[in-house]
């Protein structure tokens, strides 16, 4: 409600001056402003009084406050300025305050009236001392009169009558900065500033300094660290390969630890806490974790440090200026100073940031290939990912050019330049994400970019959330039937947030409600006032009153009564509450087949029917015909019977045997195969093998022999002497002979071939300057043994002991033939250059050499890497002896003149290197063609 005064009346007298408002309140709103303006002057001394009275009529309540202020007491001339201003204030069941009293209201816009009096004069004002009175203001906690505290973000003070006055903050005005993150002190909106490092697809950076650079290595990477450690923060970056491709990597996840907590946010939207899977929102220790559902966040309570992890690989550090400028390091360079930083503090320019990238690397047990690397700044400023030509742009780097309201700080062009790199080196619509997500992320934009990429860049949200482009309000979640919120939003995010008016059933629910359940079912799920289900064999309902569950017994069905001819059948229901009765005609099943009661039916050579009684198959074996009996020499027999498969045709048959494919009658014999068969009376064949003559008794030193004769059954056994066999021939016990150096005897106990070596005779004893030599005869069984002086041979010319010779080959090495082999002496040439032969001057032995030429080019193989791309080249370098020597003035001595060799003149030579990728890379250099003495420089 609005108070709009209707008339002002204003009185003044000498002494005293009162101003009198009446307003009234209505329903619509005006804002009013009364001003007031009173000057008095007197000779000597003058008490004058403001009064000021507001009283506000409303329909159907009406209230009145009266503030009037303590009297002034003046002296000689002073001037007095007093202005009457009006504020509107708005609230809820609640009582505001102000300078001209307490005024209560349930719901309603109060117009308030502020009176500031100031005064201008040279001489004193006092005024009378304040008593104050035996009361209390009505604040939460009471306080006593003339105590001031804060209250409604504002400065409260009890008067001395008991009545509160609140003076309203005023905000104050922070200064603008690069990257402001906005929040609010409880009172009054405020920004902090920020220094922010980027890092996105394959992967290109940009620095805490606005530096950007590409560095697309698969290692593991100091991103944010402190020089000087106060806060315990080290933020690190886990890079690795994109698919099979080893020039190609994106960022896999971010780690942070601080205060012993570890925290990794992954680019596939997986959050560990401590090494632990974890959902967020969620606090590990100091850290706030909190998602979208697209983008991760992870904020560090004590510093206020921000870290985004975004499912394209779009990674954002934001640390606090004040608290951190000029002491980061890592490869987001130095917050509020230069931005490619060496690990010993070295500082290079700009262009040098891929370099020094290198040297923040960490050693991780998972990429046993890393190694620190030291690589020195390139002389070569063109960086092949900033000539990518962005006109005409290619499929959705077209897209960039939509974000029109970013900051002028924000380099565009680069954006584009990046996500065209991407896009072609990988080939793939979905590479270009990455860059599209950071161009959002910095401009701050809320343009849906997404919905442009034909479905590549697309953020699909589970259950009923919903995806937002740009949400900067936080979402509820029901906690038992209790609404709770979650964390509030950093800055505008994109994500998957539920419906405008909805909020999420549970903390972690991705389904959407209206309003948060107030029972549970039989699983734990959120129930509504009104549903209904069944649990545990009852039928439950969620109170519309009580917000309880009511549950009662399922009531179950009568069991029916079957007729004669039927059987109950019961049936277990599913839930296992009641089961379930069905009256059946009775039947017999017999192999798959049903049968009456009293049916009867053959199977498988029995007789089976359904009995009637206990409704159940009885089945007996076919009853066949009684077998005949035979007589002597006679056997039972056994045939089909066509016209009765279930019983065989018996019938008496003579006795005969069957061996053979031959007959025999009973009592027959004959001979076969070394064996006497019968056929027996019950025309069976017995046979038994035939009995041969016992075998001879052997003599000692004799053994057994058999013979079998063709048509034979028994061998013919006779005792033989023993014998020694070897190579094919007989020996008897006791004979001796030898064969291949080896002496052979055949035993006379074991009757086996014994055979021992020939004994040689000993080597003879050599002298120390002589060697024994054996050689092996063609007729003999020992090799010949003899001691023969030594000598050395070297390149198959034999040398004596003490003879001293020349390498054939080489003039510089001298050897020795010793009785402990040859000895070799290598003479070292000084100061050689590389000299054309025909003006060499050789030593006597044809060694060491000089030249009459004392400067020239000396051809040297190099290996030649720029960027991991490498060959072998032959390039010059100029040496040889430039020694020169001056005479004095009075030419009694030499003055050693100082000469150097060195390059007169030179030419560029252009090569190509391979590139582990089997590229080529175009390379210049300077090859040396003339070498001179010329004077050294100091």
Not at 567 to 592: A, H, M, V
Request: charged share 20%.
């Amino acid at each position: 409600r609005t108070t709009t005064p209707t008339s002002i009346k204003t009185s003044t007298t000498p002494k005293s001056i009162s101003t009198t408002l009446t307003s009234t309140t209505k329903r619509k709103t005006t804002t009013p402003t009364v001003s007031t303006s009173l000057s008095t002057s007197t000779r000597r001394t003058s008490t004058p009084t403001v009064s000021t009275t507001l009283t506000a009529t409303t329909t159907p309540e009406t209230s009145t406050s009266t503030v009037t202020s303590p009297p002034l007491t003046t002296t000689e001339n002073s001037t007095f300025s007093t202005t009457i201003t009006t504020e509107t204030i708005s609230t809820k069941g609640s009582t505001v305050f102000s300078t001209t009293g307490v005024i209560s209201s349930t719901e309603c816009t109060i117009l308030t009236t502020v009176i500031r009096t100031e005064a201008s004069t040279s001489i004193g004002i006092t005024r009378p001392p304040i008593t104050p009175q035996n009361c209390l203001c009505k604040s939460d906690p009471p306080r006593k009169p003339l105590e001031r505290w804060i209250q409604d973000c504002g400065d409260a003070y009890c008067t001395e009558n008991c009545t509160i006055i609140v003076t309203p903050r005023r905000c104050p005005t922070d200064m603008p900065c690069k990257y402001p993150v906005y929040y609010n002190d409880g009172c009054c909106p405020r920004q902090k500033c920020y220094c922010k490092c980027a890092v996105w697809g394959d992967p290109h950076y940009l620095s805490f300094g606005g530096v950007h650079y590409l560095f697309p290595e698969n290692c593991t990477y100091l991103l944010v660290g402190e020089i000087i450690p106060k806060n315990d923060i080290q933020i690190f970056i886990d890079n690795i390969n994109y698919g099979s491709n080893s020039l190609n990597s994106y960022v896999k996840a971010v780690v942070i630890i601080t205060n012993n907590s570890r925290v990794s946010l992954s680019s596939n939207d997986a959050v560990y806490c401590n090494d632990d899977l974890v959902t967020p929102p969620y606090y590990c220790k100091g850290i706030i974790l909190s998602s979208t559902k697209t983008v991760n966040t992870a904020l560090i309570q004590s510093t206020n440090v921000i870290v985004q992890v975004d499912n394209t690989g779009y990674v954002s550090v934001q640390v606090p200026e004040q608290e951190f400028r000029g002491n980061t390091k890592g490869q987001c360079g130095v917050c509020g100073g230069d931005s490619c930083i060496r690990r010993n503090g070295t500082i290079e320019p700009d262009t040098c940031c891929e370099e020094t990238a290198h040297e923040w690397m960490i050693e991780d047990k998972h990429k046993p290939y890393c190694s620190l690397l030291e690589i020195p700044c390139s002389q070569n400023n063109t960086k092949p990912y900033l000539d990518i030509p962005t006109e005409p742009c290619s499929g959705l780097c077209c897209l960039i050019d939509k974000f029109t309201d970013c900051p002028p700080d924000v380099d565009l062009s680069f954006l584009k330049k990046s996500c065209e790199y991407d896009y072609r080196k990988k080939g793939d619509a979905s590479a270009t994400c990455a860059s599209l997500s950071c161009a959002a992320k910095l401009c701050s934009s809320c343009f849906d970019w997404r919905m442009y990429t034909h479905n590549q860049c697309n953020r699909t949200c589970p259950g009923d959330l919903k995806f937002h482009s740009c949400r900067n309000t936080t979402e509820h979640y029901c906690d038992g039937s209790e609404l709770k919120p979650y964390p509030k939003l950093l800055d505008k995010e994109e994500g998957c947030f539920c419906p405008e008016g909805m909020f999420r059933e549970s903390k972690y629910s991705v389904k959407c409600v209206y309003k948060c359940p107030s029972c549970c079912g039989p699983l734990g799920e959120r129930k509504y006032p009104g549903d209904t289900w069944i649990s545990n064999c009852h039928k439950c309902v969620c109170n519309k009153i009580t917000k309880t569950e009511d549950c009662v017994p399922l009531p179950c069905p009568p069991r029916p009564t079957c007729q004669q001819d039927e059987t109950l059948i019961i049936y277990n229901t599913t839930d296992g509450c009641c089961p379930l009765y069905t009256c059946e005609p009775i039947r017999c099943k017999y192999n798959q087949q049903e049968y009456k009661p009293g049916d009867v039916w053959t199977s498988d050579c029995h007789i089976c029917r359904c009995d009637i009684s206990s409704h159940s198959v009885i089945c007996q074996p076919y009853q066949c015909p009684p077998l005949p009996v035979c007589g002597q020499n006679e056997q039972l027999k056994y045939s089909k019977n066509s016209s009765n498969p279930c019983c065989l045709d018996a019938y008496c048959a003579p006795v005969v045997c069957v061996y053979n494919q031959k007959q025999y009658k009973p009592g027959d014999k004959w001979t076969i195969s070394c064996q006497d068969c019968v056929c027996n009376n019950n025309a069976s064949v017995q046979c038994a093998p035939q009995i041969c003559p016992q075998d001879p008794q052997c003599k000692l030193g004799e053994q057994l022999t058999k013979t079998y004769v063709d048509g034979l059954c028994c061998p013919t056994a006779q005792c033989t002497p023993v014998m020694c066999s070897f190579m094919q021939n007989q020996y008897k016990p006791g004979d001796k002979w030898s064969y291949y150096c080896q002496d052979f005897t055949c035993s006379n106990i074991t009757h086996n071939v014994e055979c021992l070596p020939q004994t040689c005779p000993p080597d003879p004893v050599c002298k120390p300057e002589q060697k024994l030599i054996k050689c092996n005869g063609s007729n003999s069984c020992c090799p010949k043994a003899e001691c023969v002086p030594r000598t050395c041979e070297y390149q198959g010319k034999i040398y004596t002991i003490g003879e001293i010779f020349l390498d054939p080959t080489d003039s510089c090495m001298t050897l020795q033939c010793t009785a402990a082999g040859l000895y070799a002496k290598y003479e070292k040439c000084l100061y050689q250059t590389n000299c054309p032969m025909e003006k060499r001057i050789y030593s006597p032995n044809q060694c060491c050499y000089i030249c009459q030429d004392k400067c020239l080019p000396v051809p040297k193989p190099v290996l030649v890497t720029v960027k991991d791309c490498q060959a072998v080249i032959t390039m010059q370098e100029c040496r040889g002896d430039c020694s020169a020597f001056n005479i004095t003035a009075n030419y009694d001595a030499l003055v050693n003149k100082c000469m150097c060799c060195d390059a007169v003149k030179t030419e560029t030579r252009i090569i190509d290197l391979t590139c582990p990728n089997k590229t080529k890379l175009t390379h210049k250099y300077k090859y040396i063609t003339a070498c001179n003495c010329v004077n050294c420089t100091e």
